[in-house]
């Protein structure tokens, strides 16, 4: 138990549909953070929320949507997708978004796209 | 090589054995984290070394960092099968004045076979 939770857990999509990632962090920490892990390359980060304020955009595609209503709670919204989004989307949190802030992280959303 | 990338991609050992994995890094760094993933799960933070500190350890864990060669080692002593995971170094770069904004860089990583 890492104190953070995603739903769900396996995710498969058609191209068209419209789907949410939760996550939710228990850990009272003010940065939240979501990443994509795909085979073969490097974890990469997609956002980062401070208080919940969006500080980080990682250049990505406007078909992912992040929501961020309060510290405890990150949404990542889905609409036509690509079939190179199939991939492991973590969340991760940590106390703020500062120096030396290990962050801990879900187990998180495998995402397949047909 | 990329940012944070560890060497070798790929490693098998007895339990037992010690296990050394690489990481290097191209820019200038606030610190280096360490973490783990077991299959079909998430990262779990290892241990984070300052750029200012040079070797660091937590239980068998023992971790180096050299930034004249921008490169760090983790060391697993005494492995066991319960270490078997993916292993990857994250590196925080400098920011602006002196803060690392929480934006981690991680590499390939290196997968660890231990065999009972």
């Known amino acids: 138990e890492t104190g953070v939770t995603q739903t769900p857990r396996h995710l498969v999509m058609g191209m068209t549909n419209k789907k949410s990632l939760k996550c939710e962090q228990h850990l009272g920490h003010n940065a939240m953070y979501w990443y994509k892990q795909s085979a073969k390359k490097p974890l990469e980060l997609m956002f980062v929320y401070n208080f919940k304020e969006q500080t980080e955009n990682n250049s990505v595609p406007s078909r992912f949507s992040p929501e961020c209503p309060n510290s405890s709670h990150l949404f990542l919204h889905l609409h036509t997708l690509q079939p190179e989004d199939s991939a492991l989307y973590l969340c991760?949190?940590?106390?703020?978004?500062?120096?030396?802030?290990?962050?801990?992280f879900g187990d998180g959303t495998r995402l397949s796209i047909l | 090589s990329q940012q944070g990338e560890e060497d070798p991609q790929a490693l098998s050992i007895q339990e037992g054995e010690n296990a050394t994995m690489n990481c290097s890094y191209k820019?200038?760094?606030?610190?280096l984290q360490w973490y783990r993933q077991n299959s079909g799960r998430g990262l779990v933070h290892l241990i984070l070394?300052?750029?200012?500190?040079r070797e660091k350890h937590r239980g068998r864990l023992r971790v180096t960092l050299d930034t004249s060669k921008k490169s760090s080692s983790l060391l697993i002593t005494a492995s066991r099968a319960a270490d078997t995971a993916s292993y990857f170094c994250a590196t925080a770069r400098e920011g602006a004045g002196g803060t690392s904004y929480g934006k981690l860089t991680f590499g390939q990583g290196t997968i660890l076979t231990v065999h009972p």
């Open positions: 820019t200038s760094i606030n610190n």
């Open positions: 070394i300052r750029s200012n500190e």
């Open positions: 991760a949190s940590s106390p703020g978004q500062g120096n030396y802030q290990p962050q801990h």
